[in-house]
């Protein structure tokens, strides 16, 4: 395959989508008959906050994080049924896909979406204030149905946070691999290369992982600490974790 051929996109069906019953729409919209693209992996993600945060980086401190994470951990859509928190997040290969999916989504704002591209995925969408504690309002949240990651730059970061190489076929990745030498378990912000009670398990000799997480665990281990960049490491392997291990 040519890079051309290896542009990838992260696709999230998020929590509305789910509720709402949308799911099959969205997944026959992007089917390879109507993009040209094709699904490399896909899974259900029961999002834990810190994947969460990671996701958003970029939107922390704006009067709407908060319940962007609400949203995009399910909190808002399940608030009783915590069991059904989830979305589906997918990687999609092809040409042009970036584009090509950032249009069939349309529009952050649904308002927007619905009034400039009826027909886009999110025209399906709402859009609900956001109160403080005296009840006023202080921002809205865009429950839009669907990520769509913007640049490749984003891409790359996104696909790497939520998935490991195993759940992409081996032809259809897209990004270098390396084979992990050593064991690495997480407790409390901190690495261990042996298990240490209530730590995360990460990684064993011999598993395949993405080269530039590597870089960081090493860096890590050998005493240059850049916790923000770990987070971004540790995020992916609490994929769903029971809320005992959150
Ligand atoms: P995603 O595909 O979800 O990433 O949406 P996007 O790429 O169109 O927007 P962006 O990445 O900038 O923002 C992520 C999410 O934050 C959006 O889907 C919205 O729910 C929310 N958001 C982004 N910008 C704004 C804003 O200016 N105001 C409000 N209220 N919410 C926003
Ligand atoms: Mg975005």
């Given amino acids: 395959m040519d890079s051309n051929q290896l542009e990838q996109t ?58 962007l994470l609400d949203y995009i951990t399910g909190a808002v859509h399940y608030p009783v049924d915590v069991w059904k928190r989830r979305v589906i997040a997918i990687v999609y290969l092809g040409p042009n ?10 529009p952050t704002n649904p ?31 865009m429950d839009n149905l669907i990520h769509a990651s913007a640049t490749y730059e984003d891409a790359e ?25 050593t ?3 997480y407790k409390d912000d901190r690495l261990f290369n042996t298990y240490e009670p209530d730590s995360v398990f990460l990684l064993a000799p011999g598993d395949v992982v993405w080269k530039s997480d590597l870089e960081i665990l090493r860096q890590h281990a050998q005493g240059q600490p850049s916790q923000g960049q770990l987070n971004k490491v540790v995020a992916k392997y609490l994929v769903n974790r029971t809320a005992q291990e959150q």
């Fill in 183 to 185: 064991h690495y378990y």
């Fill in 97 to 106: 896909v970036l584009k090509t999916v950032r249009e069939m989504a349309g």
């Fill in 111 to 141: 308002h927007k979406a619905r009034e400039e591209r009826p027909g886009c995925l999110r025209a399906l969408g709402t859009v609900v204030p956001i109160l403080d504690a005296k009840g006023n309002k202080i921002d809205d949240r």
């Fill in 157 to 181: 970061r996104e696909i790497k946070l939520w998935f490991l190489p195993h759940d992409i076929p081996p032809l259809m990745r897209a990004y270098p691999t390396e084979v992990c030498e």
């Fill in 10 to 67: 992260l696709v999230l069906i998020k929590p509305d989508a789910l509720k709402n019953s949308v799911t099959g729409f969205i997944l026959s919209q992007l089917s390879e008959f109507h993009t040209g693209s094709r699904f490399a992996a896909a899974k259900i993600v029961n999002v834990h906050r810190m994947l969460a945060e990671e996701h958003y980086a970029e939107h922390r401190g704006k009067a709407f994080y908060a319940a």
